[in-house]
């Protein structure tokens, strides 16, 4: 890449940064200019720097054009758009909307692939068409200059809350993880994890585990976790001697912890906090002992799996000094800080807190882990924090604003509310057979989309039905949540088990029978959520959650080393028989 265009790209993604802290610090910005904005800025980063062929790249620019174009002119248009109450007036306006839509599809499909913005052209033809659909399922009919303009000039479907939660949140928290990578806190994690488990049987392993927590707890994508704490714990497993399928396994599945792992768990807890209006602070409470379950059954699951290979620790001579621990581990530490003492010191709100340590963040990045400065290393590091967020606030919002448009035909045909029903009644109205349903169509669903989409498209459906049953809102999100992760090391589709399996270069099956039986996790905490409902009452009653915690802890220990540890049959079906009756009792 050409200085002039990387001067460009670094331009833009400083602007994206600026854009989304000027929203923050400066107030109340109408919905209608920000979130339009917030797209405008997004298209450039999809279309043309991320264009990966031949014809991406010859039509990048002019669909930028006309997306940047539609979006301006709502933004510019809002006052009278806000009087229209979401009907087109006239064909000029119908064009403007329908290449809103086009261009939202088109983003996603070019950001993450064809599934999720298939599921929306889907959605789009059953709003245009349903009401030709005999029975239940079809609709009434809806007038197109209305249809259309809910969905792009109103604040609904493209403007509505899960863009709103993209645009004043996410990107916020995005911008934190891609100034905190942009300098030493990723080798800070590193450090931290070799110094605290390097010593330990199967202290490789157990590094990726605790890497892979503290930086999934930042970047909130199993995928990006795998690539980068895996180039480092992956190379150091096998050259110790570790089969490559559980070296990959231990990667796939401690990454994909990132996704539930607070503060940002892959931009769900945002979207929660708009779906449940449960304050920030309240799910992140919720959401820490559940992931901590998690990475302990991974760490159980090692040890028995030491049962069955040498899995060795780090040499003394390639752990870190404990001076060089302290220093890195500061590049993290200080910024989280800064982040914690926001929120529940100054009390002010999280996206707040976080832009307070965006700029603690930004200020160490003119040092390294020597605590030396350079001008050249440090504008390195200022271009690569603005063009990854940038990217990264893209990538995101590709997906938000097209699973908001499957959202919003779900709301104007009342295709939720009829899905919701075909639940309860398959159900026959129990409860665990409709967390079982819920949990399929979470895996189903997950295969193809990313989790966050998926997660929004499935409790957009399922929750209603499962609070129909019973059970708490928090809880229902939490668990569908959880589910809509399966398909990261499940096959037939598991995103992080084939980048760990490439990276390892191992076949992919063997990788991911590995990561199935040390990610029981994944599978059983949701369970174990529903069971033990004070799993996730720590803010409010922290000693029964605590005593929950023991418990579920305890089962999950119990299951995961009996499924894995080469133990007599008889002792094994023990372990899994009681931690099972353990868990649910």
Not at 77 to 85: A, I, K, S
Not at 176 to 189: C, I, K, M, R, S
Request: aromatic share 8%; net charge neutral; charged share 10%.
């Amino acid at each position: 890449m050409s200085l002039s265009a990387r001067l460009f790209w670094a331009a833009l993604g400083a602007l994206s940064i600026g854009f989304h802290l000027w929203l923050v610090f400066t107030g109340l910005v109408p919905n209608l200019v920000s979130r339009p904005l917030h797209m405008a800025l997004a298209v450039p980063f999809v279309f043309v720097l991320m264009a990966r062929t031949p014809f991406q790249r010859w039509t990048g620019l002019p669909l930028a054009t006309v997306g940047i174009a539609a979006c301006l002119w709502v933004a510019w248009n809002h006052d009278m758009l806000g009087d229209q109450y979401g009907f087109l007036v006239d064909d000029g306006q119908l064009a403007i909307a329908l290449a809103l839509l086009f261009v939202t599809l088109e983003m996603a499909r070019r950001a993450i692939g064809w599934p999720l913005p298939l599921v929306a052209a889907i959605a789009l033809a059953y709003a245009v068409w349903g009401e030709a659909i005999p029975g239940e399922f079809g609709h009434p009919g809806l007038p197109m200059a209305s249809l259309f303009g809910t969905l792009t000039i109103a604040e609904g479907a493209l403007w509505g809350k899960l863009t709103g939660v993209s645009v004043s949140v996410v990107a916020i928290f995005v911008i934190f993880g891609a100034v905190l990578n942009a300098g030493e806190a990723g080798q800070g994690f590193m450090n931290v994890a070799a110094a605290a488990a390097g010593r330990l049987r199967g202290g490789a392993a157990k590094v990726s585990v605790i890497s892979s927590a503290l930086f999934g707890s930042i970047s909130g994508s199993a995928s990006a976790n795998v690539a980068s704490t895996g180039a480092i714990t992956l190379p150091a497993m096998t050259r110790l001697g570790y089969p490559r399928s559980l070296a990959g396994a231990v990667e796939a599945v401690a990454s994909s912890g990132g996704q539930i792992m607070p503060p940002l768990m892959g931009a769900g807890a945002f979207v929660m906090v708009e779906l449940t209006g449960t304050p920030y602070s309240d799910i992140m409470m919720a959401a820490l002992l559940p992931a901590f379950l998690y990475f302990l059954a991974v760490w159980v699951g090692i040890d028995a799996f030491s049962f069955r290979h040498v899995l060795k620790g780090i040499a003394p001579e390639d752990r870190p000094a404990l001076r060089a621990v302290l220093i890195t581990s500061a590049f993290f530490l200080v910024p989280f800080s800064v982040l914690l003492w926001g929120m529940f010191g100054l009390g002010v709100t999280p996206q707040y807190a976080a832009s307070l340590a965006i700029l603690v963040g930004a200020l160490l990045l003119v040092l390294d882990a020597r605590l030396s400065f350079d001008w050249r290393r440090t504008l390195l590091r200022l271009e690569e924090a603005a063009v990854n967020s940038g990217r990264q606030i893209a990538t995101i919002a590709a997906i938000i604003l097209c699973a908001s448009i499957i959202i919003g035909v779900l709301g104007l045909t009342g295709l939720g509310v009829k899905i919701t029903s075909l639940i309860l009644s398959g159900s026959g109205g129990l409860l665990w057979p409709a967390l079982l349903l819920t949990a399929l169509a979470c895996l189903i669903l997950g295969m193809e989309v990313p989790t966050t989409a998926a997660y929004v498209i499935c409790v957009s459906v399922a929750g209603p039905a499962l609070t129909a049953l019973g059970v708490p809102v928090l809880q229902a999100h939490l668990f569908v949540f959880w589910y809509a992760l399966l398909s990261t090391i499940t096959p037939p589709v598991c995103g992080a088990v084939f980048i760990a399996a490439g990276m390892v270069g191992e076949n992919w099956l063997k990788v991911a029978a590995s990561a199935m039986a040390l990610g029981l996790g994944l599978y059983l905490v949701p369970l174990g959520m529903i069971a033990n409902p004070d799993l996730i009452a720590l803010a409010a009653d922290p000693a029964m959650a605590l005593l929950a915690a023991l418990k579920v802890g305890a089962a999950l220990s119990a299951i995961s080393f009996g499924v894995i540890a080469p133990i007599n049959p008889l002792l094994r079906a023990g372990l899994v028989i009681g931690g099972g009756v353990l868990l649910f009792i």
